[in-house]
């Protein structure tokens, strides 16, 4: 496969591919480091992580590859401005933000000299986005996983969104094969983001149960469920997700007031951190539509090397 140039800001990217920050825990420094060092842009998830854990997991990045590290930071956390100074105080590559908009968030980049990636899925958000200061831009669509901004598909927006800015535009939901990149890069975007493709590599952090989820998944087996957070989300269908749907779950009785807005009808965290261990029953796994095209756990090197090799 051909590849685009993507330079993002003064940060040249060998590969136009970024691994998609996975909250909570499931992208850390290992799968970064290693999606870094096949030349990618890896993202450390730093939602609902500690500050001296953000710290922590960028500097063992730093110590496994020379590759560019980025952090990924809803807005949409309470502590989104902390977690992002920090990283910015760490000499973190690049911050990538959704789940929420933020207009600060520019001004420490300018601040700190780091590029701010926004995650966008309207022309208006990539419009203001531009011009607000940002690097790039992440267009994602409602097929991706997790917090979502839209009901439609990445490939229905990516296209009129990139001909409407003229910073690198980076296209994301629904990227699991070669094929699937080829068709986003054909969209005419600079990059391209993948994030469930990178759950089941053997580099990322989550639960050996987790990694066989994806690969057990089916075909319509994703369903929109409400986060906690306000905002829509898609996920596997599991027991968990069945409760949810039927008004079995008991609301948390404790609350670290993790989110800025919560309404409380579950704890979003812990039921992520259940999953990440790999809890069947009460676990809720965020995924794009299209994990069933996941077939088996390879190394982040298989990802890339069948990518170059399409």
């Known amino acids: 496969m051909r590849f685009p140039k993507l330079k993002i800001a003064d940060l040249d990217v060998k590969i136009p591919i970024v691994q998609g920050g996975m909250a909570v825990k499931a992208s850390l420094s290992n799968l970064a480091a290693a999606v870094a060092n096949e030349g990618g842009i890896g993202l450390i998830a730093g939602s609902a992580l500690p500050l001296d854990e953000v710290k922590s997991e960028i500097r063992k990045a730093r110590e496994m590859t020379n590759g560019i590290i980025g952090i990924n930071v809803m807005f949409a956390v309470t ?47 990539a419009k203001l986005s531009q011009r607000l200061g940002a690097s790039a831009i992440v267009v994602e669509g409602g ?21 409407a800015v003229k ?21 005419g975007v600079d990059g391209i983001q993948m994030g469930t493709r990178f759950v089941a590599t053997y580099e990322c952090n989550v639960s050996e149960k987790f990694k066989q989820i994806y690969v057990n998944a089916k075909e319509g087996d994703v369903v929109r469920i409400d986060s906690p957070a306000g905002l829509p989300a898609n996920a596997i269908k599991t027991r968990f997700v069945e409760r949810l749907f039927n008004g079995e779950i008991e609301k ?59």
């Open 167 to 187: 910073i690198p535009v980076i296209g994301a939901g629904g990227v699991v094969t070669p094929e699937d990149a080829k068709r986003m890069f054909d969209l």
């Open 143 to 163: 097929n991706a996983g997790g917090h979502l901004g839209t009901d439609d598909d990445s490939w229905d927006i990516v296209k009129e969104i990139k001909e």
């Open 252 to 310: 948390p009785r404790n609350c670290d007031n993790c989110l800025k807005h919560c309404n409380h009808e579950f704890c979003v965290k812990e039921k992520l951190l259940n999953a990440h261990a790999g809890n069947l029953e009460d676990g809720l796994y965020f995924s794009g539509k299209d994990v069933y095209k996941v077939n088996e756990i390879v190394s982040v090197k298989e990802v890339f090397d069948k990518l170059k090799a399409y």
């Open 79 to 125: 502590e989104f401005k902390d977690v992002v100074i920090t990283a910015m105080k760490e000499g973190i590559d690049l911050v990538v933000c959704g789940a929420g908009f933020s207009r600060d968030v520019f001004q420490w980049g300018k601040e700190y000299n780091v590029p701010v990636v926004p995650i966008v899925s309207s022309v208006k958000l």
